[in-house]
Protein backbone atom coordinates (compact mmCIF):
# COMPACT_ATOMS: atom_id res chain seq x y z
CA UNK A 1 0.00 0.00 0.00
CA UNK A 2 2.99 2.51 0.57
CA UNK A 3 3.23 4.60 -2.38
CA UNK A 4 -0.09 4.85 -3.52
CA UNK A 5 -1.18 8.93 -3.73
CA UNK A 6 -4.25 10.48 -4.22
CA UNK A 7 -4.49 9.89 -8.26
CA UNK A 8 -4.82 5.93 -7.16
CA UNK A 9 -6.93 5.78 -4.36
CA UNK A 10 -11.03 7.01 -5.47
CA UNK A 11 -11.39 7.24 -1.61
CA UNK A 12 -9.36 10.05 -1.28
CA UNK A 13 -10.39 12.07 -4.12
CA UNK A 14 -14.11 11.18 -2.57
CA UNK A 15 -13.47 12.10 0.99
CA UNK A 16 -14.03 15.80 0.74
CA UNK A 17 -17.75 16.32 1.06
CA UNK A 18 -17.58 18.99 -1.69
CA UNK A 19 -16.73 16.27 -3.96
CA UNK A 20 -19.26 13.91 -3.14
CA UNK A 21 -21.74 16.86 -3.09
CA UNK A 22 -20.60 17.10 -6.83
CA UNK A 23 -21.21 13.61 -7.30
CA UNK A 24 -24.62 13.62 -5.36
CA UNK A 25 -25.74 16.75 -6.72
CA UNK A 26 -25.74 15.46 -10.57
CA UNK A 27 -27.06 11.94 -9.47
CA UNK A 28 -29.68 13.05 -7.59
CA UNK A 29 -31.08 15.13 -10.38
CA UNK A 30 -30.96 12.50 -13.08
CA UNK A 31 -33.82 10.42 -13.83
CA UNK A 32 -36.69 9.75 -16.65
CA UNK A 33 -33.80 7.39 -18.67
CA UNK A 34 -30.89 9.65 -18.28
CA UNK A 35 -28.23 11.36 -16.26
CA UNK A 36 -28.23 14.78 -15.77
CA UNK A 37 -25.94 17.58 -16.89
CA UNK A 38 -25.91 20.20 -14.51
CA UNK A 39 -24.08 23.70 -15.21
CA UNK A 40 -21.50 25.43 -12.51
CA UNK A 41 -24.07 27.56 -11.15
CA UNK A 42 -26.98 24.55 -10.42
CA UNK A 43 -24.17 22.77 -8.96
CA UNK A 44 -23.22 25.72 -6.64
CA UNK A 45 -26.95 26.30 -5.77
CA UNK A 46 -26.94 22.30 -4.56
CA UNK A 47 -24.01 22.30 -2.52
CA UNK A 48 -25.58 25.85 -0.61
CA UNK A 49 -23.30 28.20 -2.40
CA UNK A 50 -20.05 26.93 -1.82
CA UNK A 51 -17.60 29.77 -2.31
CA UNK A 52 -16.94 29.58 -6.47
CA UNK A 53 -12.87 29.25 -5.84
CA UNK A 54 -13.70 26.15 -3.78
CA UNK A 55 -15.83 24.53 -6.26
CA UNK A 56 -13.60 24.94 -8.95
CA UNK A 57 -10.78 23.52 -7.19
CA UNK A 58 -12.81 20.93 -6.54
CA UNK A 59 -14.78 20.05 -10.04
CA UNK A 60 -10.63 20.37 -11.09
CA UNK A 61 -10.03 17.09 -8.87
CA UNK A 62 -12.78 15.27 -10.42
CA UNK A 63 -12.92 16.02 -14.28
CA UNK A 64 -11.66 13.37 -16.50
CA UNK A 65 -11.70 10.43 -13.41
CA UNK A 66 -15.25 10.87 -11.75
CA UNK A 67 -17.16 13.66 -14.19
CA UNK A 68 -16.27 15.79 -17.32
CA UNK A 69 -17.36 18.86 -18.49
CA UNK A 70 -19.50 19.20 -21.95
CA UNK A 71 -21.33 22.44 -23.57
CA UNK A 72 -24.26 21.39 -21.58
CA UNK A 73 -22.38 21.55 -18.36
CA UNK A 74 -20.95 18.96 -15.92
CA UNK A 75 -22.34 14.91 -15.97
CA UNK A 76 -20.94 11.94 -14.55
CA UNK A 77 -18.47 9.54 -15.76
CA UNK A 78 -19.10 5.86 -15.48
CA UNK A 79 -17.00 5.74 -12.13
CA UNK A 80 -19.10 8.78 -10.83
CA UNK A 81 -22.61 7.22 -11.67
CA UNK A 82 -21.06 3.57 -9.74
CA UNK A 83 -20.31 5.90 -6.82
CA UNK A 84 -23.22 7.30 -6.78
CA UNK A 85 -24.89 4.10 -6.99
CA UNK A 86 -23.02 2.52 -3.97
CA UNK A 87 -24.51 5.72 -1.89
CA UNK A 88 -27.97 5.58 -2.73
CA UNK A 89 -27.86 1.64 -2.43
CA UNK A 90 -27.62 2.18 1.22
CA UNK A 91 -25.08 -0.95 1.37
CA UNK A 92 -22.52 1.48 2.88
CA UNK A 93 -24.71 3.33 5.06
CA UNK A 94 -24.04 3.35 9.21
CA UNK A 95 -28.00 2.95 9.53
CA UNK A 96 -29.21 0.35 7.72
CA UNK A 97 -32.67 -0.66 8.58
CA UNK A 98 -33.14 -4.14 10.88
CA UNK A 99 -36.43 -6.25 10.43
CA UNK A 100 -37.35 -8.71 13.44
CA UNK A 101 -37.75 -12.61 12.65
CA UNK A 102 -41.51 -11.97 10.65
CA UNK A 103 -43.79 -14.70 9.56
CA UNK A 104 -44.40 -15.04 6.02
CA UNK A 105 -47.05 -16.73 3.54
CA UNK A 106 -44.45 -19.58 2.50
CA UNK A 107 -44.45 -22.85 4.20
CA UNK A 108 -41.32 -24.80 4.84
CA UNK A 109 -40.62 -27.67 2.50
CA UNK A 110 -40.05 -30.36 5.59
CA UNK A 111 -42.38 -29.29 8.45
CA UNK A 112 -44.93 -27.23 6.38
CA UNK A 113 -45.21 -24.76 9.43
CA UNK A 114 -44.76 -20.89 8.12
CA UNK A 115 -40.89 -19.73 7.44
CA UNK A 116 -39.86 -16.45 8.74
CA UNK A 117 -38.13 -13.92 7.44
CA UNK A 118 -35.19 -10.86 8.85
CA UNK A 119 -32.82 -8.45 7.83
CA UNK A 120 -29.82 -8.14 10.35
CA UNK A 121 -26.45 -6.22 9.42
CA UNK A 122 -27.17 -6.34 5.48
CA UNK A 123 -28.27 -9.86 5.31
CA UNK A 124 -31.48 -11.41 4.34
CA UNK A 125 -32.61 -14.51 6.16
CA UNK A 126 -35.05 -17.25 5.53
CA UNK A 127 -35.78 -19.35 8.40
CA UNK A 128 -37.68 -22.58 9.74
CA UNK A 129 -38.19 -21.89 13.44
CA UNK A 130 -39.52 -25.79 13.87
CA UNK A 131 -36.91 -27.27 12.09
CA UNK A 132 -34.68 -24.58 13.41
CA UNK A 133 -32.91 -24.39 9.93
CA UNK A 134 -31.57 -21.35 8.02
CA UNK A 135 -32.76 -21.80 4.44
CA UNK A 136 -31.38 -18.92 2.91
CA UNK A 137 -28.63 -16.21 4.11
CA UNK A 138 -27.81 -13.59 1.49
CA UNK A 139 -26.66 -9.61 1.30
CA UNK A 140 -29.46 -6.99 0.44
CA UNK A 141 -29.40 -3.68 -0.13
CA UNK A 142 -31.79 -1.94 1.78
CA UNK A 143 -32.51 0.11 -0.90
CA UNK A 144 -33.97 -3.53 -2.22
CA UNK A 145 -37.02 -3.51 0.03
CA UNK A 146 -39.40 -2.13 2.16
CA UNK A 147 -38.60 -2.69 6.38
CA UNK A 148 -42.28 -2.26 6.75
CA UNK A 149 -43.12 -5.17 4.05
CA UNK A 150 -41.68 -9.08 5.24
CA UNK A 151 -43.24 -10.18 1.93
CA UNK A 152 -40.75 -7.39 -0.38
CA UNK A 153 -37.68 -8.63 1.99
CA UNK A 154 -38.49 -12.06 1.14
CA UNK A 155 -39.04 -11.41 -2.38
CA UNK A 156 -36.17 -9.05 -3.13
CA UNK A 157 -33.41 -11.38 -1.39
CA UNK A 158 -34.62 -14.45 -3.51
CA UNK A 159 -34.26 -11.90 -6.83
CA UNK A 160 -31.01 -11.14 -5.89
CA UNK A 161 -29.69 -13.97 -4.71
CA UNK A 162 -30.90 -15.91 -8.32
CA UNK A 163 -29.87 -12.82 -9.94
CA UNK A 164 -26.46 -12.93 -8.62
CA UNK A 165 -26.03 -16.82 -9.43
CA UNK A 166 -27.24 -16.59 -13.12
CA UNK A 167 -24.00 -14.00 -13.21
CA UNK A 168 -21.92 -16.67 -11.48
CA UNK A 169 -23.16 -19.54 -13.33
CA UNK A 170 -22.11 -17.62 -16.77
CA UNK A 171 -18.76 -16.59 -15.49
CA UNK A 172 -18.74 -13.02 -14.60
CA UNK A 173 -18.82 -12.34 -10.78
CA UNK A 174 -21.87 -9.63 -10.45
CA UNK A 175 -19.77 -7.21 -8.09
CA UNK A 176 -17.03 -6.84 -10.07
CA UNK A 177 -17.19 -8.60 -13.21
CA UNK A 178 -14.09 -10.57 -12.79
CA UNK A 179 -13.47 -14.43 -14.03
CA UNK A 180 -15.67 -16.83 -11.82
CA UNK A 181 -14.17 -20.36 -10.99
CA UNK A 182 -16.19 -23.20 -10.16
CA UNK A 183 -15.22 -26.82 -8.76
CA UNK A 184 -17.29 -29.17 -7.21
CA UNK A 185 -17.46 -31.45 -4.15
CA UNK A 186 -19.32 -34.40 -2.63
CA UNK A 187 -18.45 -33.18 0.88
CA UNK A 188 -19.79 -32.33 4.30
CA UNK A 189 -20.79 -28.98 3.73
CA UNK A 190 -21.16 -28.40 7.65
CA UNK A 191 -18.56 -26.20 7.91
CA UNK A 192 -19.87 -23.84 5.94
CA UNK A 193 -22.62 -23.54 8.09
CA UNK A 194 -25.01 -24.95 5.35
CA UNK A 195 -27.26 -27.81 4.69
CA UNK A 196 -28.45 -29.75 1.48
CA UNK A 197 -27.76 -32.78 -0.65
CA UNK A 198 -24.38 -34.53 -0.91
CA UNK A 199 -23.25 -32.60 -4.56
CA UNK A 200 -22.71 -28.49 -4.46
CA UNK A 201 -20.36 -26.23 -5.82
CA UNK A 202 -17.73 -23.40 -4.80
CA UNK A 203 -18.26 -20.50 -7.25
CA UNK A 204 -15.13 -18.09 -6.82
CA UNK A 205 -14.16 -14.81 -8.01
CA UNK A 206 -10.86 -14.84 -8.82
CA UNK A 207 -10.17 -10.99 -8.31
CA UNK A 208 -12.57 -10.07 -5.67
CA UNK A 209 -13.05 -13.31 -3.67
CA UNK A 210 -16.95 -13.46 -3.92
CA UNK A 211 -18.24 -16.71 -3.51
CA UNK A 212 -21.46 -18.73 -3.47
CA UNK A 213 -22.29 -22.32 -2.66
CA UNK A 214 -25.29 -23.64 -4.46
CA UNK A 215 -26.63 -26.87 -4.43
CA UNK A 216 -25.89 -28.80 -7.93
CA UNK A 217 -29.71 -28.30 -8.56
CA UNK A 218 -30.26 -24.83 -8.31
CA UNK A 219 -28.04 -24.80 -11.25
CA UNK A 220 -31.03 -26.39 -13.19
CA UNK A 221 -33.31 -24.26 -11.26
CA UNK A 222 -32.47 -21.13 -13.92
CA UNK A 223 -32.13 -23.56 -16.68
CA UNK A 224 -34.78 -22.40 -19.51
CA UNK A 225 -35.90 -26.21 -20.09
CA UNK A 226 -37.21 -25.47 -16.16
CA UNK A 227 -39.17 -22.16 -17.14
CA UNK A 228 -40.76 -24.03 -19.55
CA UNK A 229 -41.73 -27.05 -18.05
CA UNK A 230 -43.40 -25.50 -15.01
CA UNK A 231 -44.91 -22.82 -17.48
CA UNK A 232 -46.56 -25.90 -19.03
CA UNK A 233 -48.10 -27.22 -15.93
CA UNK A 234 -49.39 -23.39 -14.68
CA UNK A 235 -46.32 -23.02 -12.32
CA UNK A 236 -44.30 -20.40 -11.50
CA UNK A 237 -40.40 -21.42 -12.12
CA UNK A 238 -38.63 -22.43 -8.80
CA UNK A 239 -36.45 -19.54 -8.87
CA UNK A 240 -39.00 -17.35 -7.87
CA UNK A 241 -40.47 -19.21 -4.82
CA UNK A 242 -38.72 -19.93 -1.43
CA UNK A 243 -41.24 -23.09 -1.39
CA UNK A 244 -40.52 -24.94 -4.16
CA UNK A 245 -43.17 -27.56 -5.85
CA UNK A 246 -42.31 -30.88 -7.67
CA UNK A 247 -40.62 -33.76 -6.23
CA UNK A 248 -36.81 -33.07 -6.72
CA UNK A 249 -33.85 -35.69 -6.75
CA UNK A 250 -30.12 -35.66 -7.76
CA UNK A 251 -28.03 -38.60 -8.16
CA UNK A 252 -24.32 -38.68 -8.58
CA UNK A 253 -23.14 -40.67 -12.02
CA UNK A 254 -19.45 -40.08 -11.73
CA UNK A 255 -17.01 -37.70 -10.33
CA UNK A 256 -14.26 -38.03 -13.39
CA UNK A 257 -15.53 -36.40 -15.28
CA UNK A 258 -18.53 -35.03 -12.87
CA UNK A 259 -21.95 -35.26 -13.95
CA UNK A 260 -25.21 -35.37 -11.66
CA UNK A 261 -28.31 -36.31 -12.65
CA UNK A 262 -31.38 -33.95 -11.33
CA UNK A 263 -34.83 -34.90 -11.28
CA UNK A 264 -38.34 -33.01 -10.97
CA UNK A 265 -41.70 -34.58 -11.15
CA UNK A 266 -44.32 -32.54 -11.68
CA UNK A 267 -48.13 -33.30 -12.47
CA UNK A 268 -46.87 -37.02 -13.24
CA UNK A 269 -43.90 -35.55 -15.96
CA UNK A 270 -40.00 -35.67 -15.26
CA UNK A 271 -37.53 -33.24 -16.65
CA UNK A 272 -34.20 -34.70 -16.48
CA UNK A 273 -30.87 -32.64 -16.51
CA UNK A 274 -27.27 -33.71 -16.19
CA UNK A 275 -25.35 -30.97 -15.19
CA UNK A 276 -20.99 -31.14 -15.44
CA UNK A 277 -18.18 -29.64 -13.21
CA UNK A 278 -19.00 -26.54 -14.51
CA UNK A 279 -22.74 -26.52 -13.78
CA UNK A 280 -23.40 -26.44 -17.57
CA UNK A 281 -26.44 -28.57 -17.85
CA UNK A 282 -24.96 -30.63 -20.92
CA UNK A 283 -28.36 -33.27 -20.91
CA UNK A 284 -31.85 -32.57 -20.78
CA UNK A 285 -35.05 -34.38 -21.36
CA UNK A 286 -38.75 -34.72 -20.76
CA UNK A 287 -41.62 -36.93 -20.66
CA UNK A 288 -45.08 -36.03 -21.50
CA UNK A 289 -43.79 -32.72 -23.26
CA UNK A 290 -47.03 -31.29 -24.55
CA UNK A 291 -47.65 -28.56 -26.35
CA UNK A 292 -50.65 -26.26 -24.65
CA UNK A 293 -48.48 -23.31 -23.45
CA UNK A 294 -50.40 -21.11 -20.39
CA UNK A 295 -48.56 -18.21 -18.71
CA UNK A 296 -48.76 -19.08 -14.82
CA UNK A 297 -49.85 -16.44 -12.37
CA UNK A 298 -46.97 -13.80 -11.84
CA UNK A 299 -44.84 -13.53 -8.87
CA UNK A 300 -42.37 -10.61 -9.13
CA UNK A 301 -40.92 -8.19 -7.23
CA UNK A 302 -42.97 -5.46 -5.38
CA UNK A 303 -42.46 -1.66 -6.77
CA UNK A 304 -40.67 0.11 -3.81
CA UNK A 305 -40.34 3.67 -3.94
CA UNK A 306 -38.14 4.88 -1.42
CA UNK A 307 -36.19 8.39 -0.14
CA UNK A 308 -33.21 8.80 -2.26
CA UNK A 309 -31.80 10.85 -0.02
CA UNK A 310 -31.59 8.60 3.00
CA UNK A 311 -28.72 6.93 3.07
CA UNK A 312 -26.44 9.65 3.25
CA UNK A 313 -28.71 11.58 6.02
CA UNK A 314 -26.25 11.11 8.96
CA UNK A 315 -22.65 9.21 10.09
CA UNK A 316 -19.37 9.89 8.31
CA UNK A 317 -19.60 9.25 4.96
CA UNK A 318 -17.99 5.97 3.59
CA UNK A 319 -15.36 7.76 1.59
CA UNK A 320 -14.02 9.77 4.39
CA UNK A 321 -13.70 7.07 6.00
CA UNK A 322 -11.42 5.06 3.69
CA UNK A 323 -9.84 8.29 2.53
CA UNK A 324 -6.64 7.67 4.97
CA UNK A 325 -4.08 5.13 3.32
CA UNK A 326 -3.84 2.81 6.57
CA UNK A 327 -7.97 2.39 6.44
CA UNK A 328 -7.95 1.48 2.88
CA UNK A 329 -4.87 -0.72 3.38
CA UNK A 330 -6.23 -2.60 6.12
CA UNK A 331 -9.47 -3.48 3.76
CA UNK A 332 -7.50 -4.75 0.76
CA UNK A 333 -5.40 -6.50 3.27
CA UNK A 334 -7.93 -8.65 4.17
CA UNK A 335 -9.70 -8.85 1.10
CA UNK A 336 -6.26 -9.75 -0.51
CA UNK A 337 -6.42 -12.82 1.30
CA UNK A 338 -9.36 -13.98 0.93
CA UNK A 339 -9.94 -16.95 -1.86
CA UNK A 340 -11.30 -20.01 -1.81
CA UNK A 341 -14.50 -19.81 -1.46
CA UNK A 342 -14.33 -17.58 1.84
CA UNK A 343 -13.24 -14.49 3.49
CA UNK A 344 -10.55 -14.13 5.64
CA UNK A 345 -10.19 -13.16 9.01
CA UNK A 346 -6.53 -11.63 9.58
CA UNK A 347 -4.83 -11.40 13.29
CA UNK A 348 -3.17 -8.08 14.05
CA UNK A 349 0.37 -8.99 13.37
CA UNK A 350 -1.25 -10.07 10.37
CA UNK A 351 -2.82 -6.99 8.85
CA UNK A 352 0.11 -5.14 10.68
CA UNK A 353 2.66 -7.31 8.69
CA UNK A 354 0.85 -6.47 5.59
CA UNK A 355 1.04 -2.84 6.12
CA UNK A 356 5.04 -3.15 6.23
CA UNK A 357 4.65 -3.06 9.89
CA UNK A 358 2.55 0.66 10.52
CA UNK A 359 3.07 1.93 14.05
CA UNK A 360 0.55 0.12 16.38
CA UNK A 361 -0.73 3.49 17.78
CA UNK A 362 -1.62 4.52 14.33
CA UNK A 363 -2.86 1.19 13.34
CA UNK A 364 -4.92 0.77 16.42
CA UNK A 365 -7.11 4.27 15.86
CA UNK A 366 -7.64 2.96 12.82
CA UNK A 367 -9.06 -0.15 13.50
CA UNK A 368 -11.42 1.69 15.72
CA UNK A 369 -12.40 4.01 12.68
CA UNK A 370 -13.39 0.93 11.00
CA UNK A 371 -14.80 -1.29 13.19
CA UNK A 372 -18.90 -2.11 13.30
CA UNK A 373 -18.90 -0.25 9.66
CA UNK A 374 -16.16 -2.18 7.48
CA UNK A 375 -14.78 -4.46 9.76
CA UNK A 376 -15.67 -6.44 12.81
CA UNK A 377 -13.71 -8.44 15.37
CA UNK A 378 -13.59 -12.08 16.21
CA UNK A 379 -12.04 -14.71 17.58
CA UNK A 380 -9.96 -15.40 14.79
CA UNK A 381 -8.74 -12.01 14.03
CA UNK A 382 -10.62 -8.94 11.79
CA UNK A 383 -12.77 -9.72 8.87
CA UNK A 384 -14.54 -7.60 6.18
CA UNK A 385 -18.09 -6.49 7.24
CA UNK A 386 -20.56 -6.75 3.67
CA UNK A 387 -19.80 -2.96 3.72
CA UNK A 388 -16.02 -3.54 3.69
CA UNK A 389 -16.51 -6.72 0.99
CA UNK A 390 -18.29 -4.03 -1.12
CA UNK A 391 -15.24 -1.60 -0.73
CA UNK A 392 -13.08 -3.94 -1.57
CA UNK A 393 -15.21 -5.05 -4.70
CA UNK A 394 -15.12 -1.53 -5.93
CA UNK A 395 -11.16 -1.11 -6.05
CA UNK A 396 -10.86 -4.64 -7.41
CA UNK A 397 -13.07 -4.16 -10.42
CA UNK A 398 -10.84 -1.47 -11.48
CA UNK A 399 -14.20 0.73 -12.24
CA UNK A 400 -12.46 3.63 -10.27
CA UNK A 401 -8.77 2.80 -12.16
CA UNK A 402 -7.70 6.00 -14.40
CA UNK A 403 -5.77 3.36 -16.53
CA UNK A 404 -8.13 1.32 -18.15
CA UNK A 405 -7.14 -0.40 -21.17
CA UNK A 406 -8.20 0.18 -24.78
CA UNK A 407 -9.04 -1.98 -27.41
CA UNK A 408 -9.40 0.03 -30.52
CA UNK A 409 -12.09 -0.38 -33.43
CA UNK A 410 -11.44 -4.59 -34.66
CA UNK A 411 -13.42 -6.68 -36.90
CA UNK A 412 -15.73 -9.75 -35.86
CA UNK A 413 -17.17 -12.25 -37.20
CA UNK A 414 -20.40 -10.54 -36.86
CA UNK A 415 -22.51 -8.61 -39.99
CA UNK A 416 -24.44 -5.64 -39.90
CA UNK A 417 -28.47 -6.73 -39.82
CA UNK A 418 -28.71 -3.57 -42.34
CA UNK A 419 -26.03 -3.54 -44.72
CA UNK A 420 -24.54 -7.60 -43.92
CA UNK A 421 -20.94 -6.09 -43.60
CA UNK A 422 -19.10 -7.24 -40.76
CA UNK A 423 -19.20 -4.89 -37.77
CA UNK A 424 -16.81 -3.92 -35.21
CA UNK A 425 -16.42 -3.99 -31.40
CA UNK A 426 -13.95 -1.37 -29.19
CA UNK A 427 -13.95 -0.57 -25.80
CA UNK A 428 -13.37 2.80 -24.52
CA UNK A 429 -13.58 5.10 -21.48
CA UNK A 430 -15.07 2.14 -20.09
CA UNK A 431 -17.63 1.44 -22.87
CA UNK A 432 -18.09 -1.57 -24.63
CA UNK A 433 -19.21 -0.49 -28.39
CA UNK A 434 -19.85 -2.25 -31.27
CA UNK A 435 -20.54 -0.22 -34.63
CA UNK A 436 -21.30 -0.84 -38.18
CA UNK A 437 -18.71 1.64 -40.15
CA UNK A 438 -20.27 0.66 -43.63
CA UNK A 439 -23.83 2.21 -41.94
CA UNK A 440 -22.31 4.90 -39.76
CA UNK A 441 -24.72 3.23 -36.68
CA UNK A 442 -23.27 2.38 -33.34
CA UNK A 443 -25.57 -0.50 -32.45
CA UNK A 444 -24.34 -1.33 -28.64
CA UNK A 445 -22.53 0.81 -26.14
CA UNK A 446 -22.80 -0.09 -22.79
CA UNK A 447 -20.50 0.19 -19.30
CA UNK A 448 -18.07 -2.70 -18.54
CA UNK A 449 -15.30 -3.78 -16.17
CA UNK A 450 -12.16 -2.92 -16.98
CA UNK A 451 -11.49 -6.51 -14.95
CA UNK A 452 -13.69 -8.15 -17.72
CA UNK A 453 -11.54 -6.69 -20.35
CA UNK A 454 -8.67 -8.83 -21.46
CA UNK A 455 -7.33 -6.75 -24.73
CA UNK A 456 -5.66 -9.51 -26.65
CA UNK A 457 -8.67 -11.62 -26.62
CA UNK A 458 -11.48 -9.85 -28.97
CA UNK A 459 -13.71 -12.95 -29.15
CA UNK A 460 -13.54 -13.31 -25.27
CA UNK A 461 -14.22 -9.75 -25.22
CA UNK A 462 -17.47 -10.21 -27.32
CA UNK A 463 -18.98 -12.79 -25.23
CA UNK A 464 -18.10 -11.03 -21.71
CA UNK A 465 -20.04 -8.19 -22.97
CA UNK A 466 -22.69 -9.65 -24.51
CA UNK A 467 -23.55 -11.83 -21.55
CA UNK A 468 -22.99 -9.44 -19.03
CA UNK A 469 -25.74 -7.05 -21.13
CA UNK A 470 -27.87 -9.92 -21.08
CA UNK A 471 -27.55 -10.52 -17.54
CA UNK A 472 -28.68 -6.83 -16.40
CA UNK A 473 -31.23 -6.78 -18.76
CA UNK A 474 -32.87 -9.43 -17.41
CA UNK A 475 -32.39 -8.12 -14.36
CA UNK A 476 -34.15 -4.66 -14.88
CA UNK A 477 -37.19 -6.91 -16.80
CA UNK A 478 -37.38 -8.54 -13.44
CA UNK A 479 -37.76 -5.57 -11.81
CA UNK A 480 -34.04 -5.10 -10.06
CA UNK A 481 -31.59 -2.57 -10.36
CA UNK A 482 -28.54 -4.90 -11.41
CA UNK A 483 -26.43 -2.03 -9.60
CA UNK A 484 -28.09 -0.70 -6.26
CA UNK A 485 -30.86 -3.29 -6.47
CA UNK A 486 -33.63 -0.38 -6.50
CA UNK A 487 -37.08 -0.89 -7.93
CA UNK A 488 -36.97 -0.71 -11.97
CA UNK A 489 -40.05 1.40 -13.13
CA UNK A 490 -40.71 0.68 -17.06
CA UNK A 491 -42.92 1.99 -19.97
CA UNK A 492 -43.00 1.75 -23.35
CA UNK A 493 -43.43 4.14 -26.97
CA UNK A 494 -43.27 4.32 -30.18
CA UNK A 495 -41.63 7.80 -30.18
CA UNK A 496 -38.31 8.47 -32.17
CA UNK A 497 -34.77 7.37 -29.93
CA UNK A 498 -32.63 9.82 -31.88
CA UNK A 499 -32.50 11.67 -28.99
CA UNK A 500 -30.55 8.99 -27.11
CA UNK A 501 -28.65 8.51 -30.16
CA UNK A 502 -30.05 5.14 -30.78
CA UNK A 503 -31.43 3.61 -33.75
CA UNK A 504 -34.99 3.60 -34.54
CA UNK A 505 -37.87 0.74 -33.86
CA UNK A 506 -40.98 0.40 -34.26
CA UNK A 507 -41.57 -0.24 -29.93
CA UNK A 508 -38.70 0.10 -27.00
CA UNK A 509 -38.60 0.07 -23.67
CA UNK A 510 -37.55 2.66 -21.05
CA UNK A 511 -36.31 0.87 -18.09
CA UNK A 512 -35.52 3.01 -14.97
CA UNK A 513 -34.15 2.26 -11.35
CA UNK A 514 -35.99 4.32 -8.96
CA UNK A 515 -33.47 4.31 -6.62
CA UNK A 516 -29.52 5.30 -8.92
CA UNK A 517 -31.34 6.46 -11.64
CA UNK A 518 -29.65 3.50 -13.61
CA UNK A 519 -31.39 3.08 -17.14
CA UNK A 520 -31.72 0.81 -19.96
CA UNK A 521 -33.83 1.28 -23.49
CA UNK A 522 -34.00 -1.89 -24.95
CA UNK A 523 -36.35 -2.24 -28.08
CA UNK A 524 -39.44 -4.77 -27.07
CA UNK A 525 -38.04 -7.31 -29.54
CA UNK A 526 -35.35 -7.56 -26.69
CA UNK A 527 -38.05 -9.04 -24.33
CA UNK A 528 -38.49 -11.93 -26.38
CA UNK A 529 -34.70 -12.13 -27.26
CA UNK A 530 -34.60 -13.04 -23.25
CA UNK A 531 -37.20 -15.40 -22.46
CA UNK A 532 -36.62 -18.61 -21.84
CA UNK A 533 -38.98 -20.26 -24.64
CA UNK A 534 -36.45 -18.10 -26.97
CA UNK A 535 -33.37 -20.05 -25.41
CA UNK A 536 -35.16 -23.16 -25.94
CA UNK A 537 -36.08 -22.77 -29.86
CA UNK A 538 -32.59 -21.81 -30.32
CA UNK A 539 -30.46 -24.35 -28.47
CA UNK A 540 -32.81 -27.02 -30.26
CA UNK A 541 -31.72 -25.56 -33.57
CA UNK A 542 -28.14 -26.10 -32.64
CA UNK A 543 -27.26 -22.29 -31.78
CA UNK A 544 -27.20 -22.33 -28.13
CA UNK A 545 -26.02 -19.01 -26.20
CA UNK A 546 -27.79 -16.43 -28.72
CA UNK A 547 -27.33 -13.86 -26.36
CA UNK A 548 -23.57 -14.00 -26.74
CA UNK A 549 -23.12 -12.57 -30.18
CA UNK A 550 -24.01 -9.32 -31.05
CA UNK A 551 -26.22 -10.44 -33.91
CA UNK A 552 -27.63 -13.87 -34.35
CA UNK A 553 -29.22 -15.50 -37.05
CA UNK A 554 -32.76 -15.66 -38.00
CA UNK A 555 -35.27 -12.75 -39.57
CA UNK A 556 -37.04 -11.07 -36.70
CA UNK A 557 -41.04 -9.23 -37.52
CA UNK A 558 -42.32 -6.65 -35.01
CA UNK A 559 -45.57 -5.57 -35.29
CA UNK A 560 -47.43 -3.56 -32.87
CA UNK A 561 -50.99 -5.00 -32.65
CA UNK A 562 -52.45 -2.53 -29.90
CA UNK A 563 -51.13 0.37 -27.72
CA UNK A 564 -54.51 0.54 -25.52
CA UNK A 565 -53.41 -1.56 -24.08
CA UNK A 566 -49.96 -2.78 -25.57
CA UNK A 567 -49.86 -5.73 -27.80
CA UNK A 568 -46.44 -6.29 -30.01
CA UNK A 569 -45.95 -9.56 -31.64
CA UNK A 570 -42.20 -10.45 -32.08
CA UNK A 571 -42.03 -13.23 -34.74
CA UNK A 572 -38.03 -14.77 -35.67
CA UNK A 573 -37.67 -17.02 -38.19
CA UNK A 574 -35.21 -19.68 -38.24
CA UNK A 575 -34.68 -23.23 -40.34
CA UNK A 576 -37.91 -23.14 -41.72
CA UNK A 577 -39.76 -22.93 -38.04
CA UNK A 578 -41.18 -19.56 -36.48
CA UNK A 579 -41.23 -18.59 -32.72
CA UNK A 580 -44.41 -15.98 -32.08
CA UNK A 581 -44.09 -14.18 -29.08
CA UNK A 582 -46.44 -11.17 -27.90
CA UNK A 583 -45.41 -8.46 -25.40
CA UNK A 584 -47.33 -6.56 -23.30
CA UNK A 585 -47.15 -2.93 -21.64
CA UNK A 586 -45.78 -4.38 -18.31
CA UNK A 587 -43.02 -6.29 -20.64
CA UNK A 588 -44.45 -9.90 -19.89
CA UNK A 589 -44.61 -12.42 -22.41
CA UNK A 590 -48.74 -13.15 -22.44
CA UNK A 591 -48.34 -15.55 -25.17
CA UNK A 592 -45.68 -17.44 -27.30
CA UNK A 593 -46.12 -20.50 -29.57
CA UNK A 594 -43.71 -22.62 -32.28
CA UNK A 595 -45.47 -22.11 -35.66
CA UNK A 596 -43.95 -24.63 -37.76
Known amino acids: MSGRDESTNPFSLLADETRLGIVEAIGDRSGDGEYASLSYSTIQTALGEVDSGRLNYHLRQLEGRFVEHTDDGYRLLIPGIRVYQAVTSGQLAADRPTVPPTEIDSPCGDCGDPLFVSYEEGRVFVRCPTCDVTYHRYPLSPSAFDPGDAASLADAGLTVAFADLRSMLAGV ?47 TYLHHTTAVFYERHGRAAPHSRLTVEGEWSETVRSTDPWRVEVRVTLDGDTLRHVVDENLDVVEWEVDGWGTTRQRPAKHGRRAVTLDRTASTASGESPFSLLADETRLGIVEAIGDRSGDGEYASLSYSEVRAALDGVDTGNLNYHLRKLR ?108 LCPYCSGAVHHDVSTADRGDLGLDERDAFAHLTCSTCGWFNHPAVEMVAFHHHATEQFYEERGRPGHYTRPNVDGELEVTVESEDPWRIEVRVTLDGDTLRHVVDGDLDVVEWEVVD
Open 173 to 219: CPYCSGVVECTLSADDRGDLGLEGPETFAHLTCSTCGWFNHPQATMA
Open 372 to 479: GRFVERTDDGYRLLIPGIRMYQAVASGQFAGDRPTVPPTEVDSRCEGCEEPVQVAYEDGRFFVRCPTCEVTQIRYPLSPNAVDPTDVDGLVSVAMTKIHLDLRSMLDG
